[in-house]
């Protein structure tokens, strides 16, 4: 049942927040471009798929913001809710920041998913007071550590080149990765096609909450042209079990991304309400 809490913040107040802190936490970036050089040491269907999203020549990512368009279901069977979505992740001290903004039964519904070197937190709320999802601790944080992996495989490439990520060769179309971020470590294997593209993202790592799943996996597909960067546009997240279907319980679509964005204009949650990312 929904609980009343004393924190009666709105999730909005503290996605602006987070921002800006976030924001003077991290260091001054440097625009330095990512070489050839930079991928020598990829496995080779990880270096492909790295010079077909045009990360060669391009400068390194140090932040990047999201806008996309979400469909989720909160249990097999369930109805689809619809809702913007709009991320800043940050790179040197991975950061991300995922709100969003929906309606339960007519009434409104707002979500942050939060994540730092502090932690990882997930506060879904009803009229912006009855909390319906409140989740964190250290087995959250650990399995958010997978979903901010999962971003820079996806949404920002070029940042697989950190040396925090450590490759493991398996095949012509498959590679193994092990993400570092502190004491979290997490796992993940990538699947690409014969053209080059990231067409699936799995891990076993993932799992923290009730009705999670032994592996999470995000397929991927409709690549397409953001601005200088060549992305998937469309992608699921679904759940597999061992002893039940598989359940999808979330559908993306990617409106925008956008890469080091100077502090100032880093987007706050009116952005959200407005339709698009501006600050």
Request: net charge negative; charged share 20%.
């Amino acid at each position: 049942m929904p609980r009343l809490l004393p924190d009666l913040t709105p999730v909005t107040t503290q996605f602006d927040r987070a921002v800006d802190a976030e924001a003077q936490h991290q260091p001054l970036p440097h625009v330095v471009p990512v070489t050839e050089r930079d991928l020598a040491h990829l496995p080779a269907p990880v270096a492909r798929y790295l010079r077909r999203a045009g990360v060669v020549g391009r400068p390194r990512v140090h932040n990047f913001v999201v806008e996309m368009d979400a469909e989720l279901s909160r249990g097999p069977g369930q109805p689809w809710m619809h809702t913007p979505v709009l991320q800043v992740s940050f790179v040197d001290h991975p950061a991300r920041l995922f709100l969003l903004r929906t309606t339960m039964h007519g009434l409104p519904v707002s979500g942050l998913h939060s994540y730092s070197d502090e932690g990882a937190s997930m506060h879904i709320r009803l009229l912006s007071l009855l909390h319906l999802v409140d989740a964190d601790g250290d087995a959250f944080a650990r399995a958010e550590t997978v979903t901010v992996l999962n971003d820079f495989c996806v949404l920002a490439p070029a940042v697989l080149i950190d040396e925090r990520f450590v490759w493991h060769p398996i095949n012509a179309h498959e590679a193994r990765v092990t993400f570092h971020n502190g004491a979290r470590v997490v796992s993940a294997s990538l699947r690409f096609n014969d053209d080059g593209d990231l067409i699936d993202f799995s891990s076993d790592d993932r799992h923290a909450l009730p009705g999670d799943g032994d592996v999470w996996t995000t397929p991927l597909r409709a690549y397409h042209e953001f601005g200088v960067a060549r992305l998937a546009s469309e992608g699921d997240a679904v759940w597999h079990y061992t002893d039940r279907p598989a359940w999808t319980y979330g559908k993306f679509h990617i409106r925008s991304v956008r890469y080091n964005v100077p502090a100032p204009e880093l987007p706050h949650a009116k952005a959200l309400a407005e339709g698009h990312a501006t600050s």
